[in-house]
């Protein structure tokens, strides 16, 4: 039988294990020959290992409990600092019983020796270094993880805390209501056995509000937040004001001091490279001119273009009506919410062969005509500061889908369990979310929706 839960209070911190932190790792890790309370290296011994109780989800008797808190990464698993020479072992490394035990009992000369080192170990950080020392000249240094991985199986030759030999994360702290945070992890902890992630209605399996008190700023969103802290945000505010950053901005190849080339804009129009910032509006400046002669109108428009997604917004551009070099521009509504290359594109829709556009020939060239580069344009950008984040925004998967379209975030909190996990969470386990910040943001009636069984 399965119980669906729903619970929304914000609770406990998170603590970070580094490199020597100790952590009250019940077990250890021998290198052959070993049995119970150790993991076997080499496929000896019975998994034993436990991180023991992480102080999350206490209190009131509801057989699966969601709590809101503060973390930091604890590395998931324990490691050690082997010297195969043997000599002034550390002490969080310490020899078995039999600490060398070798294959055969006779060698040759320079045959080399095989065996099992049977070390036990006091917690440490999976990156602490093996030390390969052969011959005092040839010495090589590797990662304990790294080491293990390279020759054994993990699961069956040596066993991770959590099995996926990932990090994982620790509470500390108490739950409440809400959470004031500024640049701050915040997570979830579920307890149940066998939870899965279900189908939870049209907002999706999490939802939670937001509030903010940050200013006006340019460049970066005021607050941004990473479900599974895995650096994709799920979603940041990106409100645009009506204020400009900056000053106007070209692209990297053009080169205003090399501008002497006077194109006529045509109906399939030219485009521009270019790297824009993070922002929801830009302001699209051409340098153009009438063309002498011209008596007709055309209609000249700009428009952005991300060539990973397709999407497109476009604004009309002011005709000039000089037959000089003259700046015009228009405003265009348009999300960026991570800068990388985009497109910005001028084209007359009338094809009337009125106007010309100011550009260069001279290497390096980000200008195409077409598919072909041709030339760079006098095309321009400036983004508009995201206005201040001061209002309470209420979060679920639609939004995250809005700001992320083609992310399913159900189905990636339910891959995150199964691998770090494997969906027990009867110690509990931890959701976690990252909220970067500019200015204090208040997290609060948080809700998360997951199944257990009975």
Known sequence: ??????????????????????????????????????????????????MGKNDVGTGNGIDSKIFFIFFIAFLIFVAFFVIFMLSGA???????????????SKYFPGEILQGFLNLSLDEEPSNSLVKMDKDKQNIQNIALLEFLQSKLQAGKDFFCTPLSCKDYFKTIGNSSESKVVKNASIGVVLEGKNVEIGEAGEAGIIQFDVTGSSQKICYAPPVKIDVLADGSAEWAFLEPS??????????????????????????????????????????????VKKAEGATGSGNLTVSIIDTSSGEEASCDLPEPSEK???????????????????LICIADTEG???????????????????????ADFALFF???????????????????????PGKNLQEEVAAYLTEIYGNDCLSG??????????????????????????
């Open 1 to 50: 039988m399965k119980k669906r839960e729903r619970f929304g209070k914000l609770t406990k911190k998170l603590t970070k294990r580094g490199r020597g932190d100790k952590g009250g790792m019940g077990d250890s890790i021998g290198i052959g020959g070993m049995g119970r309370d150790s993991i076997g290296i080499g496929g000896m011994g019975r998994n034993d290992v436990s």
């Open 429 to 454: 386990c931890i959701i976690p979310i990252t909220i970067s910040s500019t200015a204090n943001v208040t997290i609060s009636n948080f809700h998360f929706f997951y199944y257990t069984q009975n």
């Open 352 to 374: 009337s062969n009125a106007y010309h556009i100011l550009g260069e020939q001279k290497e390096p060239i980000c200008g195409y005509v077409g598919e072909e580069k041709a």
């Open 90 to 104: 550390s002490a969080a490394v310490k020899p078995g019983a039999q600490a060398v035990t070798l294959t055969k």
């Open 242 to 287: 009506n204020e400009f950053c900056g000053s106007s901005t070209a692209s990297s190849c053009y080169k205003a001091s090399e501008a002497d080339k006077s194109f006529i804009i045509t109906y399939d129009g030219y485009c521009q490279s270019v790297t824009l910032p993070i922002s929801g509006r830009f302001k699209i400046l051409a340098t």
């Open 324 to 342: 000089t070099w003259t700046e015009k521009n228009c405003i265009v509504d348009f999300m960026v919410a991570e800068g990388h290359e985009y």
């Open 382 to 404: 400036q983004p508009a500061a995201i206005t201040a984040f001061s209002k309470t925004i209420k979060l679920n998967e639609t939004a995250f889908s809005n700001y992320n």
